[in-house]
């Protein structure tokens, strides 16, 4: 695909320790406690500044004086990397092609760094570890023009190639790989245009999609996957954030707002998890901070407040637009979009879609968006239990319209179909699954005659599976994929003739029957279940009455206990929702309310409150059964 992410000429490489510990850190956590953002230059009502302030990300409060640009002027844009921050052109008031470099890390006045190729007022900016990519701007006409710098080098900025259209106080954000272009105005008319460019090489950028609307003078940061455009001109001030999920084309969505409508250059950059904004037309200039988080829609809440209050400004940050220390290499293991795997592949396999099926459909859990077929099961079954690690899925058992023992497996880097595995001790189906990364446990499930067995294979070696123990009740359909690297557990579950509210456990290094955990808060069967390495969420489930829950309940897996209502589904359903998760997000895909649904919601498992529409199933489905390469959050 022309828009995916490069790939290595060996895509099923073997992963390096160093490369795991590089892409967990990927997931958001890193780096803590260290992202300083710089806010410059700008105008405070009277004539330009030359200040530089300063702010650590991952705290409140005021800001505090930094040291000054070369120049006092207003209109810039940045670029950035872990040490070295560039300031870009701007105006004295006079049209400007200067750029000025600081060392993030070390107060103190900005040095030259050389020349863009042309003098322009607020252009668009984007860097990655090495390149920084400066769009478009006004001379004072618009222009298309794309200038490259390389970071470590001072010197002049050299041409890259063009926009789409010319234009003007438009935002830039971006990857590693990629700068995107957001916004702005043809003079005087605003667009909604989102332009991509290859950081990589030289070339014109590409139509990516459109923002919610056309605005000019916003402000844009971004993390590794989704970039945020803030506030500006419709033509009325906007307080919107509208996020883009960068890994595929497509239009910008409604993240939250600003504590206050505002635009006339403002500034905005961040960390892996958070943004900030400052500064701009409230409408006279404002010295407000705000962020907000770039994992969970949620509007902004007040950092604190600038040296002085003005417009015109800019800011950067040591974290550059939240891209993390693995820079620019290639990782080895890539999932069937060509993107990285550690975790994030999320698939759901057969069930009733809306006869018994064998398809299997995968997602992008960081990648807000609708599924994509993936391949299918050796047999068209519903009711199986799906689990597994980074480089096998295993899905055993199931129904259609008979028992089955049936053991596949697939290879979560190649899209195609399941290869046989071997048998369950038993034929059965809603047997609840779990795994730590080398084993896969199937506790109980329904037989003709046998429903509290328990199974365990090891992932890595095809062959039957061997009984170890029994469940603490005969239970079938509960919750599938909570577990840490400890403990497998099952939530909920059906025993004639109701829906039950245990909660039960085993342990991967002693397998053995069951122990009882705790209780859910209301008694169901048929619940989605996902999981981070502390923390294990059950969502929705049904009652034999047929009432359908949207409840979600948590516990943290390491301590026994009850379960604690976590929030609510978008809407009640049962018989899925099968859940699918990684380190930070659960996703919850289909079921029935009381018709089958392709409906998809997430969660952010570290954070109590109510899920969100996360995009739709390729059909309508229930009694399938889902899983990640995270296997409940382990990557």
Request: hydrophobic share 30%; glycine share 14%; charged share 15%.
């Amino acid at each position: 695909m022309s828009d995916s992410y490069p790939r290595r000429d060996q895509a099923r490489g073997i992963w390096k320790i160093n490369d795991i510990t590089k892409n967990i850190k990927n997931q958001g956590t890193y780096p803590k406690g260290s992202t300083r953002a710089l806010f410059s230059g700008g105008y405070p009502g009277s004539s330009h500044t030359a200040a530089i302030d300063f702010i650590t990300v991952e705290t409140t409060g005021n800001a505090s004086d930094f040291g000054d640009l070369t120049q006092a002027r207003g209109g810039s844009t940045r670029a950035s990397n872990f040490t070295r921050g560039i300031i870009v052109s701007g105006r004295t008031p006079s049209v400007q092609n200067t750029m000025d470099y600081v060392q993030i890390s070390t107060t103190g006045n900005a040095a030259d760094f050389g020349d863009l190729a042309y003098s322009a007022i607020q252009p668009g900016g984007h860097s990655n570890e090495t390149t920084g990519i400066i769009a478009g701007g006004e001379t004072p006409s618009r222009v298309n023009t794309i200038n490259k710098i390389t970071l470590a080098t001072l010197g002049n900025a050299v041409d890259y190639g063009d926009l789409t259209q010319a234009r003007g106080r438009l935002a830039g954000f971006g990857t590693h790989l990629r700068a995107f272009f957001a916004g702005g105005d043809t003079a005087p008319t605003r667009v909604d245009t989102i332009d991509q460019k290859d950081i990589t090489s030289s070339g014109n950028a590409i139509d990516f999609g459109d923002l919610a609307e056309p605005k000019n003078e916003m402000s844009a940061t971004s993390n590794a996957k989704t970039g945020f455009v803030t506030g500006g001109f419709t033509p009325s001030l906007s307080s919107q954030i509208d996020a883009l999920t960068m890994g595929s084309k497509g239009n910008a969505i409604d993240w939250g707002d600003l504590t206050a409508a505002r635009g006339g250059g403002f500034a905005a950059t961040g960390s892996l998890v958070r943004g900030v904004a400052a500064g701009g037309e409230a409408p006279s200039q404002s010295n407000i901070i705000d962020y907000w988080s770039l994992l969970n829609r949620s509007n902004a809440v007040d950092f604190g407040d600038l040296t002085a209050a003005r417009n015109d400004l800019d800011g950067l940050s040591n974290n550059h637009g939240g891209l993390d220390a693995e820079s620019q290499r290639a990782p080895e293991l890539y999932s069937p979009t060509g993107k990285i795997v550690s975790g994030d592949l999320g698939y759901i396999c057969g069930g009733n879609q809306p006869s018994v099926s064998t398809r299997i459909e995968f997602i992008q859990i960081p990648s807000l968006g609708n599924s994509s077929d993936f391949g299918d099961l050796t047999l068209a079954r519903s009711s199986a239990s799906t689990t597994g690690n980074l480089t096998r899925g295993v899905n055993a058992g199931g129904y259609s319209p008979t028992h089955f023992d049936t053991i596949d497996y697939l290879n979560p880097t190649e899209k195609g179909n399941c290869a046989d595995f071997g048998n369950l001790s038993n034929s059965r189906y809603g047997a609840s699954a779990a795994s730590n990364g080398t084993i896969a446990v199937f506790m109980g499930g329904d037989s003709p005659g046998d429903d509290n067995r328990m199974d365990s294979v090891t992932i890595a070696t095809t062959g039957n599976a061997t009984d170890f123990g029994n469940t603490v009740a005969n239970v079938f359909q509960g919750a599938n994929n909570i577990n840490n690297t400890t403990r497998g557990i099952a939530a909920g579950g059906y025993t004639a003739p109701a829906g039950v509210n245990t909660i039960q456990y085993i342990t991967f290094s002693s397998l053995g029957d069951a122990t009882d955990f705790g209780d859910l808060t209301v008694a169901r069967y048929d619940p989605g279940g996902v999981s981070s390495s502390t923390r294990g969420v059950a969502a929705g489930g049904k009652q034999p009455n047929s009432t359908l829950h949207n409840n979600i309940d948590y516990i943290t897996i390491a301590s026994t206990g009850n379960a604690t209502d976590f929030g609510d589904l978008t809407s009640a359903r049962g018989v899925g929702p099968n859940g699918a998760s990684n380190k930070l997000r659960g996703v919850f895909a289909g079921g029935e309310d009381p018709s089958k649904v392709n409906v998809m919601d997430y969660i952010t498992i570290a954070s109590t409150g109510n899920a969100a529409d996360y995009g739709d199933l390729i059909s309508t489905t229930s009694y399938a059964s889902g899983s990640s390469t995270g296997h409940g959050g382990l990557s």
